[in-house]
Each structure stands twice: as C-alpha cells, then as structure tokens.
Nanobody, 126 residues
Framework: QVQLVESGGGLVHSGGSLRLSCAAS????????IGWFRRAPGKEREFVAA????????KYADSVKGRFTISRDNAKNTAYLQMTTLKSEDTAVYSC???????????????????WGQGTQVTVSS
C-alpha cells in the first residue's frame, strides 16, 4: 500500500549537480526514516544517506559526505537528495526507501527499510 516514487535523475557532467526527489504516499510519512541507496553498474546496492523523522538527524556514506545533502518536507510527503560535485563514480540507479521503525541510530542496512521506490538513473559523464 505504501508507495515511493523517485524523480530528478538524468545526465550531468563531472562536477555538476542534481537534485533527486522521493514522493511518498501515506499519512505516516512524517514518522518514517528515509534512506537513499544506489546501485552502480556491476556492483551491489550501497547506502548513500538517511534522515530521521524530524529532518534534524542525518547520516551519510563516507563517499558522499560533504557533497550530498539529504532533506525532507513532511508537509509535501517528499524527501530529497541534493547532489553536488558529482563524480563518475556516482553513476548509479538511486532508490529511496522508508524505515518505519523509528529507532535510533539511523540505519545504513537495506534490510531495515521496508518500502522502496523504483529508482531513478543518475549518469555522470567524465
């Protein structure tokens, strides 16, 4: 019943920026923790970033720390991933996911996220 839909992917040059959106259904969105994951060609899915229910607590993978910013607008039932200084290594399908547990700390394990979007392609040209 819960649905997550990503958008905003595309093709950008190395060093460029891109903003991804994750629109969620359900009136409990504001209580969910939201995570972003990505899967690069030929690689397994990896954690990118996560955000708590209030937006005040975030967590980032070391590979994106300082370059990516996760945020959310609970009034719009939407989470975002602002990506800057993009590298070719960032090329991947990016998916958002929801963790309904509301337990700290924020999880980087995909098994803790119950709901997933279909993913949006991000391609960074070198």
């Amino acid at each position: 019943q819960v649905q997550l839909v990503e958008s905003g992917g595309g093709l950008v040059h190395s060093g460029g920026s891109l903003r991804l959106s994750c629109a969620a259904s359900g009136r409990t969105f504001s209580s969910w923790f939201i995570g972003w994951f990505r899967r690069a060609p030929g690689k397994e899915r990896e954690f990118v970033a996560a955000i708590g229910w209030s937006g005040g607590t975030t967590k980032y993978a070391d590979s994106v720390k300082g370059r990516f910013t996760i945020s959310r607008d609970n009034a719009k039932n939407t989470a975002y991933l602002q990506m800057t200084t993009l590298k070719s290594e960032d090329t991947a399908v990016y998916s958002c996911a929801a963790d309904p547990r509301r337990k700290w700390p924020l999880s980087s394990q995909e098994t803790n996220y119950d709901y997933w979007g279909q993913g949006t392609q991000v391609t960074v040209s070198s």
